[in-house]
């Protein structure tokens, strides 16, 4: 395809860049846990929304499906500080700015979510946030990306 003086074409592989000049990508932590949880809406009400969520050990983000590339909200677990159970399957996270309200499918599941949330604070507390997604390997499937090859970012050139 052909493009006009106004668009612009840039090619990075997945597996690094291709071109010297061209920025560097951006990093993220592999995905420590991932599932469906009902999210109360700020409002409060008693209607859930059904969230795909998934962990990683800088953000706690959340999707309208399992499908969507791009989150509607995210939580940096640096801003979380605490994690409590609330009642039959439904689980609290606070942060100093809001406080978000889930809902898991079993008290087992979200015994589980709580779990992993309390190992990735307690890592930020003592220091150690480069590991925690080693040392929580073993509790929980660690999504692996198998993918490679190049990527074309497309756009118009800025003024």
Not at 30 to 42: Q, T
Not at 61 to 77: A, E, N, Q
Not at 131 to 140: A, F, K, P, V
């Amino acid at each position: 395809s052909s493009f006009s003086s106004s668009e612009s074409s840039s090619v990075y592989s997945t597996s690094g860049s291709i071109s010297s000049d061209a920025p560097e990508l951006p990093h993220y932590s592999p995905i420590i846990k991932a599932g469906w949880l009902d999210k109360n809406p700020p409002q409060g009400s008693y209607i859930y929304q059904k969230r795909w969520v998934k962990l990683d050990n800088d953000y706690l983000r959340y999707y309208d499906t399992d499908k969507d590339m791009y989150s509607k909200r995210f939580i940096p677990t640096s801003s979380i500080t605490r994690v409590t159970n609330i009642g039959d399957q439904k689980f609290e996270v606070i942060t100093v700015n809001r406080n978000f309200v889930f809902r898991a499918e079993s008290d087992a599941e979200r015994s589980r979510w709580v779990k992993v949330l309390h190992q990735i604070i307690d890592r930020r507390k003592s220091g150690d946030s480069e590991r925690t997604h080693l040392c929580l390997h073993n509790i929980c499937n660690i999504e692996t990306v198998d993918k490679s090859g190049y990527l074309e970012l497309r756009g118009c050139k800025p003024k």
